[in-house]
């Protein structure tokens, strides 16, 4: 690659738990990766592994890592590898680099849902990301969403923001029998009402018939602010996996009757598409990027309380040739969404910011 201009990305975020975050990051670097661009040597530099979450003393010390990496280490590594930008893409970017920056926000969650993160939280990824977003010479969100609140809240200009949605990996279309189960798949912290979709759950299964037979509920995730919570709230119809594999992961989609993704805001929602990509039909709250991702095919809830969400699922098991339909018509849905078209706009974000 002689020649080839530097790009430094910051895959620290990779280190991290299989959130929906250290996905993107993966299967980003893949992406540029295949592409394999002449004019650009991208370079993934992932820093210091993180100290497992256990309480508030690891949790600090994740966020110095953090601040010490990013605000630190980047920039010296940027100056050492003579890189001609540098990509932060997750929310948070250096303070000062020696090149252009580019900066993925994901989301303002903390700004639309306040109610649902700690304030300290709240207080540094207000501070930090939107310093990101304006010092950046171009800000990619992966929704019109998280756009329009860059715009509105943070002033981010919009000639600054490419709008470059989350791919989703090939899926083989092969024919899979569906199991009587809903499928939820993330953390346990408020913002994805978790604790609502159990309590909505079990009123669902206690009233429902034997013909169709009811759905029991499989929750793929572990962890947040409210894990005692749902633990508590399960009952013997409610199966928690805690986090698990991305084969595992592919087969829960593969076999389950319904995706439930209750979440009160989210910046892409990556587990819809997923289950979209794999034939599962999904029911989504309709808010923030979550019509933008689900579109026509998925179906929606406008009541997220428990009683809501139970009434709504009564209503959308109640006919599952229909369901089993609507999963056909995600699967198509999904395959719009390419890792190859992420590659090259991001790549033409980068050659836009070296050269602006």
């Given at each position: 690659?002689?020649?080839?201009?530097?790009?430094?990305?910051?895959?620290?975020?990779?280190?991290?738990?299989?959130?929906?975050?250290?996905?993107?990051?993966?299967?980003?670097?893949?992406?540029?990766?295949?592409?394999?661009?002449?004019?650009?040597?991208?370079?993934?530099?992932?820093?210091?592994?993180?100290?497992?979450?256990?309480?508030?003393?690891?949790?600090?010390?994740?966020?110095?890592?953090?601040?010490?990496?990013?605000?630190?280490?980047?920039?010296?590594?940027?100056?050492?590898?003579?890189?001609?930008?540098?990509?932060?893409?997750?929310?948070?970017?250096?303070?000062?680099?020696?090149?252009?920056?580019?900066?993925?926000?994901?989301?303002?969650?903390?700004?639309?849902?306040?109610?649902?993160?700690?304030?300290?939280?709240?207080?540094?990824?207000?501070l930090f990301t939107r310093m990101s977003a304006r010092r950046a010479r171009i800000v990619i969100t992966t929704s019109n969403t998280t756009a329009a609140d860059l715009?509105?809240?943070?002033?981010?200009?919009?000639?600054?923001?490419?709008?470059?949605?989350?791919?989703?990996?090939?899926?083989?279309?092969?024919?899979?029998?569906?199991?009587p189960f809903i499928l939820a798949v993330g953390e346990f912290e408020p913002r994805k009402r978790i604790v609502e979709l159990v309590e909505g759950h079990r009123a669902?299964?206690?009233?429902?018939?034997?013909?169709?037979?009811?759905?029991?509920?499989?929750?793929?995730?572990?962890?947040?602010?409210?894990?005692?919570?749902?633990?508590?709230?399960?009952?013997?119809?409610?199966?928690?996996?805690?986090?698990?594999?991305?084969?595992?992961?592919?087969?829960?989609?593969?076999?389950?009757?319904?995706?439930?993704?209750?979440?009160?805001?989210?910046?892409?929602?990556l587990p819809v598409l997923e289950a979209m990509a794999h034939g599962c039909p999904a029911l989504v709250a309709r808010n923030s990027s979550l019509t933008e991702v689900?579109?026509?095919?998925?179906?929606?809830?406008?009541?997220?309380?428990?009683?809501?969400?139970?009434?709504?699922?009564?209503?959308?098991?109640?006919?599952?040739?229909?369901?089993?339909?609507?999963?056909?018509?995600?699967?198509?849905?999904?395959?719009?969404?390419?890792?190859?078209?992420?590659?090259?706009?991001?790549?033409?974000?980068?050659?836009?910011?070296?050269?602006?």
């Open positions: 690659m002689s020649g080839a201009r530097v790009v430094i990305v910051d895959g620290r975020m990779a280190r991290r738990r299989r959130t929906g975050a250290a996905t993107y990051v993966h299967d980003l670097q893949a992406a540029l990766a295949t592409a394999d661009p002449s004019d650009l040597d991208v370079r993934f530099r992932f820093g210091p592994p993180p100290f497992p979450r256990r309480n508030r003393l690891t949790s600090l010390g994740n966020a110095a890592l953090d601040l010490v990496w990013v605000h630190v280490a980047l920039p010296v590594i940027a100056r050492r590898e003579r890189a001609a930008v540098v990509h932060a893409p997750f929310n948070w970017g250096p303070r000062w680099s020696p090149c252009p920056t580019v900066v993925t926000v994901q989301d303002l969650a903390w700004e639309r849902v306040p109610e649902t993160f700690p304030a300290g939280f709240r207080r540094f990824a207000r715009i509105e809240l943070y002033r981010i200009a919009p000639d600054r923001i490419r709008t470059i949605p989350i791919g989703i990996r090939p899926v083989d279309a092969g024919a899979q029998q569906r199991e669902y299964f206690r009233a429902a018939s034997d013909d169709p037979p009811p759905c029991r509920l499989v929750l793929a995730g572990a962890g947040g602010s409210q894990e005692a919570d749902v633990r508590a709230a399960a009952g013997p119809e409610c199966e928690l996996l805690g986090f698990v594999s991305d084969a595992a992961l592919a087969d829960l989609y593969r076999r389950a009757t319904l995706l439930v993704y209750p979440s009160s805001y989210e910046g892409f929602g689900g579109g026509n095919a998925a179906a929606y809830l406008d009541d997220p309380t428990a009683a809501g969400i139970a009434a709504r699922l009564t209503e959308v098991l109640a006919d599952r040739a229909a369901l089993a339909a609507r999963g056909e018509a995600a699967r198509e849905h999904a395959g719009r969404f390419s890792w190859s078209s992420v590659a090259q706009a991001t790549l033409d974000a980068y050659r836009e910011a070296i050269g602006a």
